[in-house]
């Protein structure tokens, strides 16, 4: 079966620390990865995407994420959080069956304390 | 840029009530998705289109009915609304199958 899993609800963490957004899916066939960001009251913004190539994919305000196949992971970092980033982050997967439509994880509250 | 658009931004329902929520992109993608969101499970797909004429439905449908009768258009109806289908609804769009899909800034909507 297709799925995808955010480990974490709910990622507490105070300013200028390091974060990790864990993500897994499971899957049968080639998948194209997503991270998503939701700010308070607004819609999904892409914040990057694996479709193929270099493993390690940089993204937007300073996250970067890192495709793992034998894993079937697909982890969000950040080294350093401002308050700003105070938002949920939804993994997503696109499963390269028979059309490229997304499949969600269930989000992760990130709140980033002073 | 206006990309995609939805109306409205908020809206409340009493049980039993009927209402659209539209959504418009100009981006002259084929490709326009419903979705929506609840605490703690993610997004679900309601319905989809491939492009005008041509609509199916996703994960979560009952309850709702679509219509794409332009490639801008993918209005999303509820018939006889239920406090169950409180939620964020976001259309979205994507040209094709380029991975890429943009949403729109979402709807939230109370049924009471």
Redesign the interface.
Known sequence: AQSVTQLDSQVPVFEEAPVELRCNYSSSVSVYLFWYVQYPNQGLQLLLKYLSGSTLVKGINGFEAEFNKSQTSFHLRKPSVHISDTAEYFCAVSFLSYDYKLSFGAGTTVTVRA | NAGVTQTPKFRILKIGQSMTLQCTQDMNHNYM?W?RQDP??????IY?SVGAGITDK?EVPNGYNVSRSTTEDFPLRLELAAPSQTSVY?CAS?QG?W???Y????SWLTVV
């Open positions: 998705y979705y703690g499970m993610g997004l679900k797909l989809y996703g976001f994507q199958l991975p890429t899909i949403f729109g800034e979402g």
